[in-house]
């Protein structure tokens, strides 16, 4: 596709419920990132691939926060037994190149209610 | 840890002035800084992007500076139209880890007609 796709775009889940947010990174595109955004905020790193190597998770809040690119393109970040707090936009994004001085795409986000 | 700050966090200007938008951060060891804009509910869309070797990016009428040794960028919107309203978002991307960007909190700028 054009650009970074991600879906849903929008999900209420009751709590403790499981969820998983897919993305679709532009085609090619070697780094993927995800961020985490709440109102009023700007999006706070969660995790990073290279391909299919997951080379950093240091922003993911909790183990019940789990992420996977298992054939280094399209990824998902799963969600264990959410909480209220895990409400939030959650951002996709991704770069051409493995080195850091290529220009990151984000997609739409999928907002994520938790009641 | 690398800290970015985005001052005024809200700004409100006449159709037709030229703005500035102020971003600082705290570690100057940067791969890199890119300016965003994001619409209300939606994603963010790529503005600029300035290495560390650069000093200014240009894009229609916007311009970014970087001043890496101050640890300061500004985002200059010349002639200001309504639909330049959005918030703008700056992120530095560390060259202790390049897979991560820190972000500002954003300004949101209202341009009246």
């Known amino acids: 596709g054009a650009g970074v796709s991600q879906s849903p775009r929008y999900k209420v889940a009751k709590r403790g419920q499981d969820v998983a947010l897919r993305c679709d990174p532009i085609?090619?595109?070697?780094?993927l990132f995800w961020y985490q955004q709440a109102l009023g905020q700007g999006p706070e790193f969660l995790t990073y691939f290279q391909n299919e190597a997951q080379l950093d998770k240091s922003g993911l809040p909790s183990d019940r926060f789990f992420a996977e690119r298992p054939e280094g393109s399209v990824s998902t970040l799963k969600i264990q037994r959410t909480q209220q707090e895990d409400s939030a936009v959650y951002l996709c994004?991704?770069?051409?190149?493995?080195?850091?001085?290529?220009?990151?795409?984000f997609g739409q986000g999928t907002r994520l209610t938790v009641v | 840890k690398q800290e970015v700050t985005q001052i005024p966090a809200a700004l409100s200007v006449p159709e037709g002035e030229n703005l500035v938008l102020n971003c600082s951060f705290t570690?100057?060891?940067?791969?890199?800084l890119q300016w965003f804009r994001q619409d209300p509910g939606k994603g963010l869309t790529s503005l600029l992007l300035i290495q560390s070797s650069q000093r200014e990016q240009t894009s229609g009428r916007l311009n970014a500076s970087l001043d890496k040794s101050s640890g300061r960028s500004t985002l200059y919107i010349a002639a200001s139209q309504p639909g330049d309203s959005a918030t703008y978002l700056c992120?530095?991307?560390?060259?202790?880890?390049?897979?991560?960007?820190?972000f500002g909190d954003g300004t949101t700028l209202t341009v009246k007609p």
């Open positions: 992120a530095v991307k560390g060259l202790t880890n390049a897979g991560k960007s820190t």
């Open positions: 085609s090619g595109h070697v780094s």
């Open positions: 570690d100057s060891a940067i791969y890199n």
């Open positions: 994004a991704s770069s051409l190149a493995r080195t850091g001085d290529t220009e990151a795409f």
